[in-house]
């Protein structure tokens, strides 16, 4: 069957063909999708970080992202070749910050910028507690027929596998904050009380959920190596995040495919009132009055979670 004229044609583009400024569109385009980057490179972060972080020397860091457990990322993002400023920008901040790694995405990377992250990496693999891990990624604007465009990240340089496996010992090492210390960061007394009657029905259903930094996960039995996948994050400010790329199959290999339909997707980004591209609502999402419609979208994601355990191979 001749299928060319149904199948839309993959077009490769420049970044600065689908996203006009590097400052203006890229960076906050990058900033509300550093899970799909994360996903990318391996890494889990955050969906959405903070950008245009000012640092000492009176300059600005474009992006500081975090993992779970509250562990920092420096970003640095440029179209074209990746210069000196920004990687050395990035790393003099990582340094101080004692940032768990660097970033740098761009369009291209010199191959002595290549070598140094090669040996800031071999470094790290000697003494972890104070090496800076690198990633150097190359982005490309991709989309297909005329669908709007999205970024495509690969590395060209990461750390190997030992010093990953370090990284993630340290990640379940490091100490998460008190359920005490999570609700004391609430400013608002509306979203505290919401956020605990949240949490509360959900332990009431013999169900989990774990601490980050600044929000809490709640948990649903899925197909994951660790057996509970995450089905929402509540952040201290009343912002809802969904974690598109978990039900997709990011950290189990498995797409869920009730939480991946059209529909689902259509509905879901209704109810939270989320633009395309995004995952995490406005800051004050989370109302009283908004508890049960949360409680009810909780439920379903983990009943189609646990459906997708029981079928799994």
């Not at 693999?125 to 190359?138: F, R, S, T, Y």
């Not at 956020?195 to 039995?221: C, K, S, Y």
Request: net charge negative; hydrophobic share 45%; charged share 25%.
């Amino acid at each position: 069957m001749d299928t060319s004229s149904t199948m839309g044609r993959v077009e490769l583009g420049r970044l600065s063909a689908a996203w006009r400024g590097e400052a203006s569109d890229f960076t906050p385009l990058l900033n509300q999708q550093l899970d799909v980057l994360g996903e990318a490179i391996g890494i889990d972060l955050v969906s959405v970080g903070k950008a245009e972080v000012a640092t000492d020397g009176g300059r600005r860091i474009d992006i500081v992202a975090s993992a779970d457990d509250g562990a920092e990322f420096v970003i640095e993002n440029q179209y074209g070749r990746a210069d000196h400023d920004h990687l050395t920008r990035g790393l003099a901040y990582a340094v101080a910050r004692r940032a768990r790694g660097l970033i740098v995405v761009a369009e291209e990377h010199r191959d002595e910028f290549r070598a140094v992250a090669q040996y800031l990496n071999e470094l790290c693999e000697l003494d972890p507690a104070k090496g800076i891990a690198v990633w150097l990624v190359e982005a490309k604007a991709i989309r297909i027929g005329d669908s709007p465009w999205a970024p495509l990240f690969a590395a060209v340089v990461e750390p190997n596998r030992f010093t990953a496996t370090i990284e993630e010992a340290r990640q379940r090492e490091r100490r998460l904050p008190t359920a005490d210390a999570f609700w004391a960061q609430f400013t608002d007394p509306a979203m505290l009380k919401a956020a605990q009657a949240v949490i509360r029905a959900w332990e009431n259903q013999g169900r989990r959920w774990r601490l980050g930094p600044d929000h809490v996960v709640l948990l649903g039995v899925g197909p994951a190596a660790g057996g509970w996948q995450s089905v929402v994050r509540i952040y201290a400010d009343g912002g809802v995040a969904i974690p598109f790329a978990a039900y997709r199959g990011k950290g189990s290999g498995l797409s869920i495919p009730a939480l991946t339909s059209p529909p689902f997707l259509e509905q879901t980004r209704a109810l939270f009132g989320l633009a395309p591209q995004k995952n995490r609502t406005n800051p004050g999402w989370l109302t009283p009055d908004r508890v049960e419609k949360l409680l009810e979208f909780c439920d379903s994601v983990a009943d189609a979670l646990d459906s997708q355990r029981e079928t799994a191979p």
